[in-house]
């Protein structure tokens, strides 16, 4: 059902008009969904299924639904749930958030280099990013990520943000934001569970070992910016 687009017959509102419940229309399940919005809603509207509160059994999982043209992300759809008695183990969305940066520093003969990571697993080389956690806005999980994986403090310069979307797999739409960061240590302290090896690069040479597009014109815009040629 994630991704799927239904009609859904509204009939109450739970949460100051964020959080409605409703049927599906035409459907022979009559278990109640939830719809978060950030609108007034009434009557019937369309919507995507955008998340699965699983629960023990089938029957104690919900439908997290939202209108069409709506989007969010894990964190607020758990701050929305919050405000019923649903309890459950875990949850199933389609879009993901996650935040990160191109990290650079000028070494000592006064060039730029950019860190590249590989991830646990991971088959390509990127830059440091992680979901965003509930209270936290997109710097903030930046820094965070950064810190955790890598072990640097690093200062973002303003005005650089970057996003690129993509499907990796499935009905599953991830988002990430990047923004541009300066470090001032060479020393990287990864985390084993999320990094399995870091270098530092010339632009020209990340533009190279970079496989995605979305990271190479990420890339494109660092060099503009750090007026590089």
Not at 42 to 70: F, K, M, N
């Given at each position: 059902?994630?991704?799927?687009?239904?009609?859904?017959?509204i009939?109450?509102?739970?949460?100051?008009?964020?959080?409605?419940?409703?049927?599906?229309?035409?459907?022979?399940?009559?278990?109640?969904?939830?719809?978060?919005?950030?609108?007034?809603?009434?009557?019937?509207?369309?919507?995507?299924?955008?998340?699965?509160?699983?629960?023990?059994?089938?029957?104690?999982?919900?439908?997290?639904?939202?209108?069409?043209?709506?989007?969010?992300?894990?964190?607020?759809?758990?701050?929305?749930?919050?405000?019923?008695?649903?309890?459950?183990?875990?949850?199933?969305?389609?879009?993901?958030?996650?935040c990160?940066?191109?990290?650079?520093r000028?070494?000592?003969?006064n060039?730029?280099?950019?860190?590249?990571?590989?991830?646990?697993?991971g088959?390509?080389?990127?830059?440091?990013?992680?979901?965003?956690?509930?209270?936290?806005?997109?710097?903030?999980?930046?820094?965070?990520?950064?810190?955790?994986?890598?072990?640097?403090?690093?200062?973002?310069?303003?005005?650089?943000?970057?996003?690129?979307?993509?499907?990796?797999?499935?009905?599953?739409?991830?988002?990430?934001?990047?923004?541009?960061?300066?470090?001032?240590?060479?020393?990287?302290?990864?985390?084993?569970?999320?990094?399995?090896?870091?270098?530092?690069?010339?632009?020209?040479?990340?533009?190279?070992?970079?496989?995605?597009?979305?990271?190479?014109?990420?890339?494109?815009?660092?060099?503009?910016?750090l007026?590089?040629?």
């Amino acid at each position: 059902m994630l991704g799927k687009t239904v009609t859904i017959d509204i009939f109450g509102t739970l949460a100051d008009r964020r959080l409605y419940s409703g049927f599906m229309c035409g459907s022979n399940d009559m278990r109640q969904i939830y719809v978060i919005t950030n609108s007034e809603l009434h009557g019937t509207i369309d919507c995507t299924i955008i998340a699965a509160a699983v629960g023990e059994t089938s029957l104690q999982t919900r439908l997290v639904a939202a209108p069409v043209d709506e989007v969010f992300y894990e964190p607020d759809i758990v701050q929305r749930l919050s405000n019923t008695s649903l309890r459950y183990k875990k949850i199933n969305c389609i879009y993901e958030k996650s935040c990160g940066a191109v990290i650079y520093r000028i070494n000592e003969k006064n060039d730029i280099r950019i860190l590249l990571v590989k991830n646990h697993n991971g088959k390509c080389w990127t830059f440091p990013k992680g979901h965003i956690e509930m209270g936290e806005n997109e710097q903030q999980t930046a820094l965070r990520e950064i810190k955790e994986e890598t072990g640097l403090s690093v200062e973002i310069v303003p005005g650089f943000r970057q996003t690129s979307s993509y499907r990796p797999f499935g009905k599953i739409r991830k988002t990430a934001v990047f923004f541009l960061a300066r470090a001032e240590k060479s020393i990287v302290s990864m985390q084993p569970s999320e990094i399995d090896y870091y270098l530092w690069v010339s632009i020209d040479e990340a533009m190279k070992m970079c496989r995605h597009e979305n990271d190479t014109n990420i890339l494109r815009e660092v060099r503009k910016r750090l007026a590089v040629s």
